[in-house]
């Protein structure tokens, strides 16, 4: 499967834990985003990685949150000391370009905060 | 404001046409995008059409731009129950940042 690979699909935290969120691109795709789905609303932009570099992360929260995407490996999502505010749905989607080319959505990974 | 809008929810009955409609707000955007998300997935590219297209026809699924009043819509012809999804508008702004509206519900009752 070439296509957009998150994992895990399902993760569950206690308040205070860390929470790691891996995403791998779509074969050729350089361009990595992030974006977070609250129950019942549309996507929120997060942050847009290029290997080794992030280029935007406007959206995202200035505390506890991160984002990489290193030269070799996944892009990783962190959120330290998640809190129950935190449980959504988090999307990684990639391009081959910056150049408005449509984004290719992994499934998602469903974080739930207890 | 910054928002591209959908109405939230949309019921049809098999076999009729389903019209979901957007408006957004960049009016420099050269792209914009009809995703669909079926529950537990993530979303799926349906269609898409650049800014200096009026319609543009992809089998079932017919994309309407008006430009002018910047608004956009997914019109699906002969809707079945495989097409109860959530649509999202998407319009793409400044190079790379892709802008989402909140995603309609679309129930079609058998």
């Known amino acids: 499967n070439a296509g957009v690979m998150q994992n895990p699909r399902h993760l569950v935290r206690r308040r205070g834990q860390e929470a790691r969120l891996r995403c791998s691109p779509m074969?050729?795709?350089?361009?990595v985003y992030w974006y977070r789905q609250l129950p019942e609303e549309g996507l929120k932009f997060m942050v847009y990685?290029?290997?080794?570099?992030?280029?935007?992360e406007s959206g995202m929260p200035k505390e506890r949150f991160s984002a990489e995407f290193p030269k070799e490996g996944p892009s990783i999502l962190r959120i330290q000391q998640v809190v129950r505010g935190d449980s959504a749905a988090y999307f990684c989607?990639?391009?081959?370009?910056?150049?408005?080319?449509?984004?290719?959505f992994g499934n998602g990974t469903r974080l739930t905060v207890t | 404001g910054e928002d591209v809008e959908q109405s939230l929810f949309l019921s049809v009955r098999e076999g009729d046409s389903s019209v979901i409609n957007c408006t957004y707000t960049d009016s420099s955007s050269t792209y914009l995008y009809w995703y669909k998300q079926e529950p537990g997935a993530g979303l799926q590219l349906l269609t898409y059409i650049f800014s200096n297209m009026d319609m543009k026809q992809d089998q079932r699924l017919t994309v309407l731009l008006n430009k002018k009043d910047k608004h956009l819509s997914l019109r699906i012809a002969d809707t079945q129950t495989g097409d109860s999804a959530i649509y999202f508008c998407a319009e793409a702004r400044g190079g790379f940042k892709t802008i989402f509206g909140a995603g309609t519900r679309l129930f079609v009752k058998a």
């Open positions: 989607a990639s391009s081959p370009d910056r150049n408005n080319s449509p984004l290719h």
């Open positions: 074969k050729g795709h350089s361009h």
């Open positions: 990685l290029q290997k080794e570099n992030i280029i935007d």
